[in-house]
């Protein structure tokens, strides 16, 4: 072993990727992105290793974002309290997204940073503080001077906004992330849903053992399907119809779902009339739309309601459009030709044997809800979920309602391997008619039952001309365990006319002719 020169630094590889490894599965779970914070970890060393893991890294100067850009690649992101203007210039050449610490360095700064193609946001102070013990270190303290306070916020530097970010954390776990993302809502929830991104910071101790997963991710999910903040539409781009459909689906972006309404119909409310007529012409009798994006914010949000009924039917009428799955079953994609990311918010598509779709909903009088379909052996099960106190309890609730159906029910096809004779035709063109039959196809059943299906045909002794196509023959009856499961009309399959005079006359000839 050569010999090592103190001092030195020394990290264990193997807990380096441990800990990466998790990160990485939340990331993938959630749909977040997970940044490296180079004023905590700058060893640019193990970079190459890190950023097979991470999607960037947060820089808080000019040195930082180089490093950033030139070690680590991803995306760049800065953050400092005060910018030096013969650094700015610099920073424009290698960062990728910038958020500024007040209204005032946001208007300095940042149209500049836009028409540079950057990604612009402000970073704010929701009031809150979670800290324990060191004050010193807390963001939101009184009289702190980092992050912009609803009251000092500035409206009209809305347009140049792409997001907002909070740091209010310091090694603390996902509870207090909970209570800090309740106040961010209540403070800045009017501007949540016109921003692109939301960054929560830094200070989560989330390599911790018994650090709470589950309740990080769903604080994620939360907010990416009621503000919709993972795709926005900037006023006057264009999306194609395919990666605004993608966008709805795989990551629950109402302002997509709005923009195609008004694509569709020339309103929202022209199209929610149209949802609300398909909705009657399916039966969904305790279903009424107010908007098309489901949130239940609204004035009228109390008559924006629906059943898990209803959603199933909804879910089953969808599923008869194959094109769909190409959808639902997208587990991480793009848009914008590759700068925007997607992950799907239904997380068994990944963790679940079979998943077809479908989607995910969340609401705070909703709670978290679910309609999942997955297909096994060619059965297809929808199963819906609603009103679940975290997202987990939705993904979990669902895998036990599709597992129970899986085991216990079984297809069968009641005419599979069954022959149907021919029903004569008396006085027509042709002595026999095909059967058919009418709406058959397989029928759900307890597999405990599966082996005592039977079927008794029904069939007239016989039919006078004409016989119309469809025209009923008789039944078929579908038994199983002495229930009845299904009749099922038999039909014939042709046309046949009747004879005419000629014809009776031609068959009399032939008849004599053949006695003589």
């Given at each position: 072993?050569?010999?090592?020169?103190?001092?030195?630094?020394?990290?264990?590889?193997?807990?380096?990727?441990?800990?990466?490894?998790?990160?990485k599965?939340?990331?993938?779970?959630?749909?977040?992105?997970?940044?490296?914070?180079?004023?905590?970890?700058?060893?640019?060393?193990?970079?190459?290793?890190?950023?097979?893991?991470?999607?960037?890294?947060?820089?808080?100067?000019?040195?930082?974002?180089k490093?950033?850009?030139?070690?680590?690649?991803?995306?760049?992101?800065?953050?400092?309290?005060?910018?030096?203007?013969?650094?700015?210039?610099?920073?424009?050449k290698?960062?990728?997204?910038?958020?500024?610490?007040?209204?005032?360095?946001?208007n300095?700064?940042?149209?500049?940073?836009?028409?540079?193609?950057?990604?612009v946001?402000?970073?704010?102070?929701?009031?809150?503080?979670?800290?324990e013990?060191?004050?010193?270190?807390?963001?939101?303290?009184?009289?702190?001077?980092?992050?912009?306070?609803?009251?000092?916020?500035?409206?009209?530097?809305?347009?140049?906004?792409?997001?907002?970010?909070?740091?209010t954390?310091?090694?603390?776990?996902?509870?207090?992330?909970?209570?800090?993302?309740?106040?961010?809502?209540?403070?800045?929830?009017?501007?949540?849903?016109?921003?692109?991104?939301?960054?929560?910071?830094?200070?989560?101790?989330?390599?911790?053992?018994?650090?709470?997963?589950?309740?990080?991710?769903?604080?994620?999910?939360?907010?990416?399907?009621?503000?919709?903040?993972?795709?926005?539409?900037?006023?006057?781009?264009?999306?194609?119809?395919?990666?605004?459909?993608?966008?709805?689906?795989?990551?629950?972006?109402?302002?997509?779902?709005?923009?195609?309404?008004?694509?569709?119909?020339?309103?929202?409310?022209?199209?929610?009339?149209m949802?609300?007529?398909?909705?009657?012409?399916?039966?969904?009798?305790?279903?009424?739309?107010?908007n098309?994006?489901?949130?239940?914010?609204?004035?009228?949000?109390?008559e924006?309601?629906?059943?898990?009924?209803?959603?199933?039917?909804?879910?089953?009428?969808?599923?008869?459009?194959?094109?769909?799955?190409?959808?639902t079953?997208?587990?991480?994609?793009?848009?914008?030709?590759?700068?925007?990311?997607?992950?799907?918010?239904?997380?068994?598509v990944?963790?679940?044997?079979?998943?077809?779709?479908?989607?995910?909903?969340?609401?705070?009088?909703?709670?978290?809800?679910?309609?999942?379909?997955?297909?096994?052996?060619?059965?297809?099960?929808?199963?819906?979920?609603?009103?679940?106190?975290?997202?987990?309890?939705?993904?979990?609730?669902?895998?036990?309602?599709?597992?129970?159906?899986?085991?216990?029910y079984?297809l069968?096809?009641?005419?599979?391997?069954?022959?149907?004779?021919?029903?004569p035709?008396?006085?027509?063109?042709?002595?026999?008619?095909?059967?058919?039959?009418?709406?058959?196809?397989?029928?759900?059943?307890?597999?405990?039952?599966?082996?005592?299906?039977?079927?008794?045909?029904?069939?007239?002794?016989?039919?006078?001309?004409?016989?119309s196509?469809?025209?009923?023959?008789?039944?078929?009856?579908?038994?199983?365990?002495?229930?009845?499961?299904?009749?099922?009309?038999?039909?014939?399959?042709q046309?046949?006319?009747?004879?005419?005079?000629?014809?009776?006359?031609?068959?009399?000839?032939?008849?004599?002719?053949?006695?003589?």
């Amino acid at each position: 072993m050569a010999e090592l020169r103190t001092p030195y630094f020394l990290v264990d590889e193997e807990r380096l990727v441990h800990n990466l490894e998790i990160l990485k599965d939340v990331a993938e779970r959630s749909g977040a992105r997970i940044l490296l914070a180079q004023k905590a970890f700058s060893m640019y060393s193990t970079y190459p290793i890190i950023r097979e893991y991470l999607a960037g890294t947060t820089a808080s100067g000019l040195y930082e974002a180089k490093l950033g850009h030139d070690y680590f690649g991803g995306e760049t992101h800065v953050f400092s309290p005060a910018y030096r203007e013969q650094e700015f210039c610099e920073l424009l050449k290698v960062a990728d997204d910038f958020v500024f610490n007040s209204p005032t360095q946001l208007n300095k700064y940042g149209q500049r940073a836009k028409d540079a193609g950057k990604s612009v946001g402000l970073r704010v102070n929701p009031e809150c503080s979670t800290q324990e013990g060191h004050a010193i270190y807390d963001p939101c303290a009184p009289g702190s001077r980092l992050g912009t306070t609803l009251a000092n916020f500035d409206e009209s530097l809305l347009p140049l906004l792409d997001g907002l970010h909070f740091h209010t954390l310091c090694e603390q776990d996902a509870d207090a992330l909970a209570v800090t993302l309740a106040a961010v809502e209540k403070k800045f929830a009017d501007l949540l849903p016109r921003m692109k991104w939301l960054n929560f910071g830094g200070g989560h101790h989330i390599t911790r053992p018994g650090y709470a997963l589950p309740t990080l991710e769903a604080c994620i999910t939360r907010m990416q399907e009621k503000y919709g903040v993972q795709v926005y539409l900037e006023p006057g781009e264009e999306m194609s119809m395919d990666e605004m459909l993608k966008s709805v689906v795989v990551s629950s972006a109402n302002d997509c779902a709005t923009a195609l309404a008004e694509h569709v119909a020339g309103s929202e409310s022209a199209f929610v009339g149209m949802m609300n007529q398909r909705a009657q012409e399916l039966g969904l009798l305790d279903t009424n739309f107010v908007n098309c994006t489901g949130l239940d914010d609204g004035p009228d949000a109390n008559e924006h309601l629906t059943t898990a009924r209803d959603i199933a039917i909804m879910s089953r009428e969808l599923l008869k459009h194959e094109k769909i799955k190409e959808y639902t079953t997208i587990w991480m994609d793009t848009v914008r030709n590759g700068e925007f990311g997607l992950s799907n918010t239904n997380k068994l598509v990944r963790f679940y044997d079979g998943t077809t779709g479908l989607k995910t909903g969340y609401t705070s009088g909703a709670g978290y809800c679910l309609s999942a379909s997955a297909e096994r052996g060619g059965m297809e099960l929808i199963a819906v979920v609603m009103h679940c106190k975290t997202s987990p309890d939705r993904f979990e609730s669902a895998k036990a309602l599709l597992n129970y159906g899986f085991a216990n029910y079984a297809l069968v096809d009641p005419m599979e391997n069954l022959t149907i004779e021919p029903v004569p035709v008396v006085l027509g063109r042709q002595e026999l008619v095909q059967v058919q039959a009418q709406g058959a196809g397989t029928i759900l059943i307890d597999k405990a039952l599966a082996g005592s299906v039977t079927c008794a045909v029904e069939l007239d002794e016989s039919v006078t001309a004409p016989v119309s196509k469809g025209q009923q023959l008789g039944t078929l009856r579908v038994e199983a365990g002495g229930r009845l499961l299904r009749e099922i009309a038999l039909a014939a399959a042709q046309e046949v006319p009747a004879l005419g005079f000629p014809d009776i006359w031609r068959m009399m000839l032939e008849r004599v002719c053949m006695a003589g």
